[in-house]
């Protein structure tokens, strides 16, 4: 098993995964979220340590158990994902971007449980929404940053949507995630999705998170073997 990870495909590497979605608090007992499971970044996570990376895992609020030989900072908020993200990206090989980061936040968090008022006829409550700073664009920006993969989930016109954010958040590589079938993708046992670079498309078929992940793990192995040497 030494040997297999001393010889791994990301030996000696430092690997940062973000995961899961995020929590963004309304009062103290509501807040605004999304479907996604944390489990295509906890596979990852477990595929790139066993290549032999020394693997971070930035998890928002999930029930997963942390895989093998990872180190797990848990998070619940945007902001906390960001944060946690910069400091642990110092020094990092690579960076993966997998969690569904929520794009906003509500304003103002209320210091108590906001009340319906039981005599007004209003039917309509605003709250209102600011956005979250964009972790894998922030650490795509940085100075000496890492290799840095970003995911695209999106319902239609796909690898176009993908190709934009891969060049505007000046990613080295997105996975696109066709997340239209909901068989696949959020919330879900199995995925399929195709690597995008700038020259560069691959399409994984459907099968499990964890198998897609280890073929993944491959993938982007070679690709930043491809552009760092
Ligand atoms: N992402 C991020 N921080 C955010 C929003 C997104 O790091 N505040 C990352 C995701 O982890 C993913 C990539 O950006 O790697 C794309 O996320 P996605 O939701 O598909 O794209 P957005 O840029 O948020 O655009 P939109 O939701 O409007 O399609
Ligand atoms: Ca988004």
Known sequence: ???HLESGLLAGKKVVITAGPTREAIDPV????????GKMGFALA???AEAGATVTLI???????TPERVQRVDVITARDMHTAAMEHTEGSDLFIGCAAVADYRPETIAESKI?????????????KLVRNPDVVA?????????????????????????????KRKKLDLIIANDVSDTSIGFNSEENAVT????????????????????HL?????????????
């Open 138 to 166: 922030s650490v795509a920006a940085k100075d000496n940053r890492p290799f840095v993969i970003g995911f695209a989930a999106e319902t239609h016109n796909v690898i176009e949507y993908a190709q934009d954010k891969l």
């Open 30 to 37: 509501r807040y605004i979220s999304n479907h996604s499971s």
């Open 59 to 65: 998890a928002g609020p999930v029930h997963l158990p």
């Open 46 to 48: 477990a595929a790139a």
């Open 1 to 3: 098993l030494v040997g």
């Open 115 to 127: 009340k319906k008022d039981p005599n007004s006829p209003d039917q309509t409550l605003d709250i």
């Open 217 to 229: 793990i491959e993938l982007i192995a070679q690709q930043y073997n491809l552009q760092t040497s």
């Open 195 to 214: 690597l995008v670079g700038a020259d560069f498309e691959e399409t994984l078929d459907k099968c499990s998170k964890r198998q897609l992940a280890g």
